[in-house]
Structure formats: C-alpha cells, structure tokens
C-alpha cells in the first residue's frame, strides 16, 4: 500500500524569506499524482499545487514551486517570499493514476509559521 | 459556483443518536468523498463514490453509511453516534478534467458526548 510521510511537524520563517516543506512516499506505481493542500485556520482546504509522475519538470505556482524526485521517492514543497497569510497546515498526498486509483492518500501534515 | 457545499458546519450529537451530514457539488465532477481530520491529524478516509449509484469503503467505514442517489450529492449516515466520532469531515470531489485535485467543502465539526 501506498504512504506518505511528512517528517517535519512544524515549520516557521521569517516573513519573505524561503522555505521548503518536505513530502516523501513509498510507491511500487510508476504513474501517480502528487498534491500539496493548505488548510489555514479557517479549516477550508485548498490545492496549491499539482505534479504529474510522468512530468519530469517541477510543477510552478506564483510562489510555489515543488522539487519532485521520482527515484528518491521525493516531492518538496518551496514557498518563496512568504507571506502572513502562508501560515497554515500543509498535507502533501498522493494518488494512483491506475485502475482502482481513485482515492488520495494524505500525509500527516506540516504547521508552517510565519513571522512578521 | 458554490463548488462544493457541506451543511451543516457544526453539531453536537449525544451518545447514541443519529444524523446526516449532507455534501452537494455544483461542477459535476464524478467523484466524491468523504474523510474525517482528528486533532492534529491528517485525513482518513470514511467512504468515496466514482458515479451515482456506486460507492466503496475507505480506511475508516464503521459507524458510517453514505448513499448516492444523484452525481451532485453525497451524504454521510451516522448511526448510533459514538465520543470516538468526533472530528471534523470534509467532503470533496474531484474529476479527471481537473486533474484529480480535490475540491473540499468547509467541514463539518462534529462532537459526540
């Protein structure tokens, strides 16, 4: 069965710094999507970013981009000049591209805080 | 468009009740699902449906019933409320179209005492 682990709790920056949220997983699939969601305080989650296993250029949003290695089994998520509002819980997840692969596999989370 | 719609946003159940958390999507998006977050946890998956008419377990299906009469809704049976139910679900769905990414209503905050 496929896993995700995010292996930092907690995180914190400094206001227009960098930072980089890590994500690994274990999977014997070779075709899979990766996500990163925020869930701030109000609760609502929120897609920030998408990756398609077969990609192999990084995925890009405004500020967010990830580093995905697919042999290391890695997908990191980078916030460039963080914002008050970056503050939040990000759940990287996985999900097969398979038949049956209809269902998206969280990982435990990172609480990122940002400093004024 | 609402995207995906959850009501209601917070209920308090006592031991032994019942209810219905109730989830809709505008987007026809043909998958839906349904998932809990405990304190301080990631999410878990309850049950999910890729069509009207079809639904499966996930992780966590004991103690819950859904149903899905109709592509835009999907709700969530509670039945015999129990304290270890309390959490917080979040519906949502998704389509191919979009890339598989979830769309998630707002949550629900349920307590059971």
């Known amino acids: 069965a496929q896993t995700v682990t995010q292996s930092q709790p907690e995180m914190s920056v400094q206001e227009a710094e960098t930072v980089t949220l890590s994500c690994t997983y274990d999977t014997s699939e070779s075709d899979y999507y990766l996500f990163w969601y925020k869930q701030p305080p109000s609760r609502q989650m929120i897609l920030v970013i998408r990756?398609?296993?077969?990609?192999?250029q990084n995925a890009t949003e405004n500020r967010f981009s990830v580093n995905f290695q697919k042999a290391a089994k890695s997908f990191s998520l980078k916030i460039s000049d963080s914002q008050l509002g970056d503050a939040a819980m990000y759940f990287c997840?996985?999900?097969?591209?398979?038949?049956?692969?209809?269902?998206?596999?969280f990982g435990a989370g990172t609480r990122l805080f940002v400093k004024a | 468009n609402a995207g995906v719609t959850q009501t209601p946003k917070f209920r308090i159940l006592k031991i032994g009740q019942s209810m219905t958390l109730q989830c809709a999507q505008d987007?026809?998006?043909?998958?839906m699902y349904w998932y809990r977050q405990d304190p301080g946890m990631g999410l878990k998956l309850i049950y999910y449906s890729v069509g009207a008419g079809i639904t499966d377990k996930g992780e966590v299906p004991n103690g819950y019933n859904v149903s899905r009469s109709t592509t835009e809704d999907f709700p969530l049976r509670l039945e015999l409320a129990a304290p270890s139910q309390t959490s917080v679900y979040f519906c949502?769905?998704?389509?191919?179209?979009?890339?598989?990414?979830?769309?998630f209503g707002s949550g629900t905050r349920l307590t059971v005492v």
């Open positions: 949502a769905s998704s389509s191919p179209q979009q890339g598989y990414g979830y769309t």
């Open positions: 990756q398609e296993a077969y990609k192999q």
């Open positions: 997840a996985y999900r097969s591209a398979g038949t049956g692969g209809f269902k998206t596999i």
């Open positions: 987007m026809n998006h043909n998958y």
